[in-house]
T-cell receptor, first 115, second 113 residues
Framework: DAGVTQSPTHLIKTRGQHVTLRCSPI?????VSWYQQVLGQGPQFIFQYYEKEERGRGNFPDRFSARQFPNYSSELNVNALLLGDSALYLC??????????????FGSGTQLSVL | AQTVTQSQPEMSVQEAETVTLSCTYDTSESDYYLFWYKQPPSRQMILVIRQEAYKQQNATENRFSVNFQKAAKSFSLKISDSQLGDAAMYFC??????????FGKGTRLHILP
């Protein structure tokens, strides 16, 4: 079985542009979470989606949005990119919703560079 | 508010020796969950071990074990018989009952052959 897959692996954008990152969860997993990891820091929680509905949101501006599709894959969208959005974006999937009871499986991330 | 502090930016250990990574999780809540994750150069976060705050027994997974001292807010990870493949960034994470999530800044572990 394939693990969590993210695309693209690397991306370069300029300030003000928009970006879409994609994530495919492990087959059978219904929850997808997104994290931002700035260089030298731990991951920061952005969103969780379960059964196509937003179930959790971290402290990020409205420029960040996401959605989950009927096949449980997910997209993270960031509008009006800032230099500070440069980071590794990680996606994780799990079978159920509750973060505390579920083992998360992570993808290898998308490295976004904003110039 | 909750905070996670990893006070050791880097650590080194000789292969086959034992090393302990420190983490403190400060929260006003009594019920929460703590996790240690490993992030190798591939960047993929891998769950190492999980501890429920209400359990007095410390979690163990093969060569990995935790020392959870709830009153001291301490959640340290002990790696026994260190192997070259253990070299990675290690992140401590706290999750409360409302699924509010916070990670520490990480500890880079070097394994010396």
């Amino acid at each position: 079985d394939a693990g969590v897959t993210q695309s693209p692996t690397h991306l370069i954008k300029t300030r003000g542009q928009h970006v879409t990152l994609r994530c495919s969860p492990i087959s059978g997993h219904k929850s997808v979470s997104w994290y931002q990891q700035v260089l030298g820091q731990g991951p920061q929680f952005i969103f969780q989606y379960y059964e196509k509905e937003e179930r959790g949101r971290g402290n990020f501006p409205d420029r960040f949005s996401a959605r989950q599709f009927p096949n449980y894959s997910s997209e993270l969208n960031v509008n009006a990119l800032l230099l500070g959005d440069s980071a590794l974006y990680l996606c994780a999937s799990s079978q159920g919703q509750a973060r505390t009871n579920e083992k998360l499986f992570f993808g290898s991330g998308t490295q976004l560079s904003v110039l | 508010a909750q905070t996670v502090t990893q006070s050791q930016p880097e650590m080194s250990v000789q292969e086959a020796e034992t090393v302990t990574l420190s983490c403190t999780y400060d929260t006003s809540e009594s019920d929460y969950y703590l996790f240690w994750y490993k992030q190798p150069p591939s960047r993929q976060m891998i769950l190492v071990i999980r501890q429920e705050a209400y359990k007095q027994q410390n979690a163990t997974e093969n060569r990995f074990s935790v020392n959870f001292q709830k009153a001291a807010k301490s959640f340290s990870l002990k790696i026994s018989d260190s192997q070259l493949g253990d070299a990675a960034m290690y992140f401590c994470e706290g999750v409360n009952r409302d699924d509010k999530i916070i990670f520490g800044k990480g500890t880079r572990l070097h394994i010396l052959p």
